[in-house]
């Protein structure tokens, strides 16, 4: 029997690279493998309580459309707006009522997140009460549609830890038969780095643009951007944690041609930096152009996409939702 999948991407700015070898690029090979299922988190979105509407009505749409552009096949997997099915928020409250607030104040990004928080005029700090429910609105996401597996990137393995254990927690209380769903980590270019400054991920928020590439780029200024590129003075190209910037750009460079990063390594071991930049710069600018070239068409299909998407993704979660409700004596 196939097994499901589902994962979630927020629309909270234009995507980059670093989220289409990181995730997207990732989806497009599991939906010929798994029943799949890609929804845009919008509901995830307002977490940091700085919502704007009309920005967040133009970003749904736009992921929807670079999802497409990038190969998600509708006729091969289910894309929706999680906004779309309130079972999300619902079994969520269920969940948080379950969770503890250590469990919750424990996770990572709660504490990272809620330490750039806004600062008040009278020195008190504005942390928002959506950031710290997140994980158990990541945890419906998921336990709803009976997921076998989760794409995610190495920053939310804590939360999908909590995920399987408020499983657990539910299955034994209430009698219940949720699957307990299992992780799936890209290994090569799990986690595209900045141009700029490769110690940091490659973030779709980074202050500056000359560090990220972004998917509606245009692709000769992608191309400059890599050119200009962090690197060091050695000029010899080579895997190493001390090459911060040239392992950045050997992981870009083995994602987009599929090959392994040893392999990668290997075609440029006579290279120069200039040498090497110009390979990397040149499979980045092509892979934009290929994007970008059917994002126009993609566009025109998204609201019968999701319409189609949100039918098919109730049809799974609206049983496994009335199944929790009733364990819990909502009959």
Known sequence: MIKRLISGIKPTGDLTLGNYIGAIKNFVKLQDEYESYYFVADLHSLTMGDNNADELEKRRKEIVATYLACGLDPNKCTIFYQSDIYEHTLVQWLLTCESTMGELSRMTQYKDKSQVALKQ???????????????????????????????????????????????????????????????????????????????????????????TIYLNDDPEVAYKKIMKSVTDSENKVYISNDKPGILNLLNIYAALNNITLVEAEAQFKDSNYVEFKTAVATVVKNELVKIQAKYEEAYKIVDSVTKAGAQKAKEICAPITKKILSKFGFK
Do not use: C, W
């Open 121 to 211: 005029a009278n020195g008190t700090e504005k942390i928002p009460v959506g950031l710290f429910m997140y994980p158990t609105l990541m945890a419906s996401d998921i336990l709803i549609y009976d997921a076998d597996f989760v794409p995610i990137g190495e920053d939310q393995v804590q939360h999908l830890e909590l995920t399987r254990m408020l499983a657990e927690r539910i299955n034994k209380k209430y009698q219940l038969d949720l699957k307990i769903p299992t992780g799936i980590i890209p290994k090569e270019g799990a986690r595209i780095k900045s141009l700029s400054d490769p110690t940091a991920k490659m973030s779709k928020s980074e202050k500056t643009s000359k560090g």
